[in-house]
């Protein structure tokens, strides 16, 4: 008895062991354990036995049992584990074939640099407010105290369509209707579309883009402004950079200033960048003039306020380090592609 | 403004600081520096030499050897300068000693940055030891050193070496006035009294805390009265509140002095003659523009000023004839106009050669009204924008005297005494409140009373103690409030040393309008879908209508012009974005850039009525626009739909192929209707249209356009959560042969119709003609999905409905296939 039990186990291993798919494994599995197979059989032997011998012969059938089932699931374990490394080996690809894009489009370096001012300005509470293009005379000057025959009428090459209507040569006017609206306190900013009268090469056009500022409230100090404005050149280029405020003039703030950067290049040593001076110009601010605020409906006795003005193209040059205006203009997707 | 430190420290004696610590300081106080120029760059070693000797040098035809004492000693110079022939002696000469550096080369090209190093060395086998120099080795040219020649060495002229007493050795760039630094300023429109030497040396001093000295004017004139030679009539003293004029009688013409010619020449301007130079130099001291006419050439020896009447014309004394209107104002004589007041003189008076007796005008214009008849005339002068400014009434009689003097002292002529000065009348002292703390108040600060007013001091404001009043001097035209008087104290406390602080009190919001949120999401699906984003003009050509083959009557035509645009190119506002999509697609094609996608969001102007009363309509408009292999029809149809879904517009979009799109190929063009609104069109653009753009023929260009604001109007960005529902779909195909021109969506129409609540979704799968499909017929084929969100359809229910669909299709005159 014994001795056919082990030669069962033996045969049994060796066919196991000869299996070289999950389909002969599987032959084997139904020869020995399936309902014919020579171990189910020798189970049903059993009851031939003497009832004393049950017990002990039971025991060894179901240790052989279990032998087998164990050897078969190794093996068909390690067939799987087999075929699946064939299977990698021949559906391996090239991963260096080209990848299938979406090709999605890409945005315009000055809407990249305007999303940006937004994101600080708004992080501030600057609420983003628009003004037209096409504006009267008396938002885009008077009411910015350059009344008629005012020189600084001409210092900004002013497109005109009518006597009384303009292409507006700044966001300022934007200033003058937030502040007409009477709400305050206010902090807005106000992005969009300026024209001016420049003959087109790389560093003008005759259309482009600024960003206004204003805040009013009570008490609003030059210093106010120029931690804002500190705060505003850190965010946009980088802790590390320095600001520098130097006396200016416009008509629509007083006192009034050009605030210039630490080149971001050189950090302020100076090089080809910024023209070897370390600095490079990036906006013109002030406190708003009392003027400004009488007009507009604001005691300025009470409120004070600022307001800067940002070229938006400048910004973008700058930052992505453009050296053509022009390439702003001229949409040539290979420039384009690049932000 | 350029001017020369040499200029300014002559009315700032104290002060003494390196060139960039007078820029640096000069433009944190206000005066901004733009750059500066030391004019002996590059200048080592030149001194003044003096020829001993010419002899012809033995082996070279052009170029002769020279003997040159430089003081201590004397040099060997072999020069090839056509000015210097064998024989000569005496001259006295720029010298290069060998080892020393000069600025260029002796012509007038580009000069190399580190100059040129002068070497000794043999020239054709003979010793030269230093050089001669010519004016533009020195780093000028000959319209600032007149007396230069054309080619060749610069040689002193006898005035020069007689007014510096010039010997061999002596140091020649001082000699030639090259021992300077010339400043250039941007002076800001508000501050007119720093065009001129005099304001920028009172904020210098004020700057450097020294002390300002006003050029001493000296009283000039014989024992004549000028009255007894002119009359002076002020006919419109508005526009012209002071008139001043002398009479300088025996004009002897000459050179101007070395110094003088040497201060003109550092501040860029070129020396001519003694009565010229003499009121350049004063309109760069004073800031004060002048202007010298023929006496005997005013009939009646009468100055009158009144205005031009309409359609008068004149001839300036550039010889041009100028169109004048009512309001400019003119200077004439008893008969006729002898200049445009603060503009330009005429041609009539103008000084020549032959002058014997000159009249000087000084005079003060109104601002306002000088700039508007430059405007008209179209004639902006050095002279004019300066008047436009503004100028203070009382600098004319200091520059006129100015003037009168220096005629004396040059001996240019014989100044007849007193001047005829017709004025209203000295403007009354303007006064601001001083209210410390409100200057504090604006500034953030804690300056004291004694700092602000030691600050009005040094610029030469006064205090009126018992009003508690400063007092402005009539230069200061910019100082009117205390916003004003905040800046001056801050100026010379210090842009720089303030610190920086945040706005605190009431929080405010950082929002977003609801429009530039649209803007935001629909920039999301164009880039999304392929298109960059490109920035345009709003300007252009008219000639874009008829590119776009827009008819001639059609609305598009009313555009805004601008009445002074930069050309015809960009005289109109636009009425339509194609145009400059257009543009920016040849630009790419031109530069066979393959597979370009783009777009635009940007306004179209459309006038209520013109010429222009009120502000147009602004309305922004997305532009799509594409050529190459990801663009068709359909793509540019899909990013319209994926729009109106990003925004909430889930209802179907409705396409109309029989629009009005004259731009558009007839059989690939659409309205997109909305909701029962047209809300922009899309299709491919016209062959003759991409023709004109540059394209050949077969290229094709796609275009869509969506209005923004009507999307805005609509648009939602709310979301309710509708259950997933549960229960299994029952799905059927359809296929069907149908009419070739039948479009699809009538089909799609009797669908949704029919199909009712359970109709959950459909797509077409299939659709084809050709081979084994019947002549004239296409065949489609769709997938139809029904669901009940409540149960489970029986396939009775989907039978019954599915018929419905069916016999609607038939009525379309489609054959169903099994």
Redesign the interface.
């Known amino acids: 008895m014994n001795e056919q039990l082990k030669k069962i186990t033996e045969e049994a291993l060796s066919r196991i062991a000869s299996c070289g798919t999950q389909a002969e494994l599987n032959e084997v599995r139904v020869a020995y354990l399936g309902k014919k197979g020579e171990i189910t059989q020798l189970m049903k032997g059993m009851k031939d036995l003497a009832p004393e011998e049950r017990p002990a012969f039971g025991q060894m059938v179901n240790d052989l049992r279990t032998k087998v089932e164990s050897a078969i699931d190794e093996a068909a374990a390690a067939i799987k584990r087999k075929d699946r490394e064939k299977r990698f080996k021949e559906e391996e690809i090239d991963v260096t074939l080209p990848a299938k894009k979406?090709?999605?489009?890409?945005?315009?370096p000055?809407?990249r640099a305007l999303d940006e001012l937004?994101r600080i300005?708004?992080?501030?509470?600057?609420?983003?407010?628009?003004g037209?293009?096409?504006?009267?005379q008396e938002y885009n000057f008077t009411k910015l105290n350059i009344p008629?025959?005012?020189?600084?009428r001409?210092?900004q090459d002013t497109?005109?369509?009518?006597d009384q209507?303009l292409?507006r040569s700044q966001t300022s006017p934007v200033q003058a209707r937030t502040m007409e609206k009477g709400k305050l306190?206010i902090?807005m900013i106000s992005p969009g579309?300026v024209?001016r009268?420049d003959?087109i090469d790389a560093t003008h056009s005759?259309?482009f883009h600024q960003v206004e500022g204003l805040?009013v409230?009570?008490?609003?100090?030059?210093?106010?402004l120029?931690?804002?404005l500190?705060?505003f050149a850190k965010e946009l280029f980088g802790p590390d950079t320095r600001t520098?405020?130097?006396?200016?003039?416009f008509?629509f703030t007083?006192?009034?200033?050009e605030m210039d950067v630490s080149c971001f290049k050189c950090h302020g040593k100076g090089c080809r960048f910024c023209k070897g001076e370390g600095w490079i110009e990036i906006l013109g601010c002030g406190?708003v003039?009392?003027?400004v605020l009488e007009m507009c409906g604001i005691d300025s006795?009470e409120y004070?306020g600022f307001a800067f003005g940002v070229g938006l193209e400048r910004i973008a040059l700058l930052k992505y380090e453009i050296d053509d205006m022009r390439l702003?203009?001229?949409?040539?997707?290979?420039f384009?592609?690049q932000f | 403004m350029n001017t020369p430190l040499s200029w300014i420290k002559d009315y700032v004696p104290g002060l003494s600081c390196t060139p960039q610590e007078y820029s640096d300081r000069m433009t944190l106080s206000g005066t901004k520096v733009e750059s500066y120029e030391e004019l002996s760059k590059n200048l080592e070693k030149i001194v003044v030499g003096k020829v001993l000797s010419v002899e012809k040098h033995p082996d070279a035809d052009k170029l002769t050897i020279c003997q040159v004492d430089v003081g201590d000693h004397t040099v060997q110079i072999v020069t090839g300068a056509p000015n210097i022939h064998v024989g000569d002696s005496g001259m006295m000469v720029p010298v290069v000693l060998s080892g020393g550096k000069v600025a260029g080369g002796h012509d007038d090209g580009p000069r190399p940055e580190d100059g040129i190093r002068i070497k000794a060395g043999k020239l054709r086998g003979v010793e030269s030891d230093g050089m001669m120099c010519s004016i533009e080795e020195l780093g000028s040219d000959r319209n600032a050193y007149r007396d230069a020649p054309e080619s060749g060495i610069y040689i002193f002229g006898e005035e020069m070496i007689n007014e510096y007493d010039l010997k061999p050795g002596d140091d020649a760039i001082k000699a030639l006035g090259m021992d300077d630094v010339v400043f250039d300023y941007e002076i800001t429109s508000n501050r007119v009294d720093c065009y001129s030497v005099i304001g920028i040396a009172r904020e210098a001093a004020a700057t450097f805390d020294q002390k300002f000295v006003m050029p001493n004017i000296k009283s000039s004139g014989n024992s004549e009265d000028a009255h007894d030679y002119i009359k002076v009539r002020v006919e419109d003293p508005d526009l012209c509140p002071r008139y001043i004029a002398r009479v300088v009688k025996n004009i002897r013409f000459a050179p101007s002095p070395e110094w003088l010619q040497k201060r003109l020449r550092n501040s860029g301007i070129r020396p001519i003659n003694n009565l010229v130079d003499i009121t350049n130099f004063v309109m760069e001291e004073f800031g004060q523009p002048m202007h010298a006419y023929d006496y005997d050439d005013l009939a009646g020896h009468e100055i009158v000023v009144k205005c031009a009447k309409d359609g008068d014309s004149f001839v300036t004394l550039d010889g041009q004839e100028r169109k004048l209107d009512g309001r400019t104002l003119m200077i004439n004589d008893a008969e006729k106009p002898v200049g445009i007041a603060g503009i330009m003189g005429g041609q009539n008076s103008m000084i020549t050669d032959h002058v014997h007796t000159v009249l000087f005008e000084a005079a003060n214009f109104n601002g306002v009204n000088i700039r508007r008849s430059a405007q008209k005339i179209g004639m902006r002068t050095d002279a004019s924008s300066i008047f436009e400014k503004g100028l203070d009434p009382e600098n004319a009689l200091l520059a006129i005297n100015r003037a009168c003097e220096l005629v004396e002292e040059l001996q240019c002529g014989e100044v007849v005494g007193g001047m005829v000065d017709v004025y209203v009348g000295a403007e009354p002292q303007k006064r601001i409140a001083f209210e410390p703390e409100r200057i504090n108040a604006l500034l953030g600060l804690d300056v004291s009373v004694e700092e602000m007013k030691k600050t009005f001091s040094k610029l030469e404001l006064g205090f009126d103690e018992s009003t508690n009043e400063v007092l402005v001097p009539s230069f200061r035209r910019d100082l009117e409030c205390t916003a004003d008087l905040a800046e001056e104290v801050l100026r010379f406390y210090g842009y720089d040393k303030i610190e920086d602080t945040l706005p605190v009190g009431e929080s405010t919001n950082g929002r977003y309008p609801f429009k530039l949120l649209v803007d935001q999401a629909v920039r999301e699906v164009a880039e999304f879908s392929g298109f960059s984003h490109a920035f345009t003009y709003a300007f252009e050509s008219p000639k874009a209508f008829d590119k776009l083959l827009i008819p001639a009557d059609s609305e598009l035509r009313k555009a805004i012009v601008i009445s002074n645009p930069l050309g015809e190119d960009f005289s109109i506002m636009r009425t339509q974005t194609l145009n400059a999509m257009m543009t920016a697609l040849s630009l790419n094609y031109n530069r066979r850039n393959k597979d370009v996608m783009l777009y635009d969001m940007a306004n179209i102007y459309l006038a209520k009525e013109l010429p222009l009363k009120e502000l147009p309509d602004e309305r922004e408009q997305l532009t799509l626009g594409a050529y190459g292999q990801y663009a068709d029809f359909y793509v540019m149809k899909g990013v319209v739909e994926e729009i109106f879904e990003r925004l909430g517009l889930r209802d179907k979009i409705h396409y109309d192929k029989d629009c009005d799109r004259p731009y558009l190929h007839p059989g690939r063009k659409a309205d997109v209707v909305y909701d029962g609104k047209v809300f922009g069109f899309l299709g491919e653009v016209h062959p003759d249209v991409s023709e004109s753009y540059g394209f050949k023929e077969g290229v094709r260009v796609y275009v869509a356009v969506l209005d923004m604001p009507m999307l805005t109007e609509l648009a939602s960005f709310d979301r309710i959560y509708e259950n997933i529902i549960k229960y299994p779909a029952n799905i059927r195909d359809i296929s069907m042969l149908v009419p070739k021109e039948l479009p699809v969506g009538k089909l799609e129409d009797v669908i949704e119709e029919k199909g009712g609540h359970i109709l959950d979704e459909y797509h077409l799968f299939d659709i084809y003609e050709g081979e084994q499909v019947a002549e004239g017929h296409k065949s489609v084929a769709y997938n139809l999905s029904f669901r009940a969100k409540d149960r489970t359809l029986t396939n009775e229910e989907v039978d019954a409905v599915m018929e419905k669909i069916i016999a609607g299709l038939r009525e379309l005159g489609a054959e169903l296939r099994s």
């Open positions: 979406m090709h999605i489009g890409h945005g315009h000055c809407q937004e300005f708004t992080g501030m509470g600057y609420e983003v407010v628009e037209p293009e096409i504006e009267y008629e025959g005012h020189p600084a001409d210092e497109f005109y369509i009518t209507i292409l306190p902090r579309r024209f009268s003959s005759p259309s805040a409230d009570k008490h609003i100090t030059m210093t106010d120029k931690g804002t500190t705060e520098r405020f130097r006396p200016h003039h008509n007083e006192p009034s200033a406190m003039h009392p003027n006795r004070t702003l203009y001229e949409n040539d997707q290979r384009l592609d």
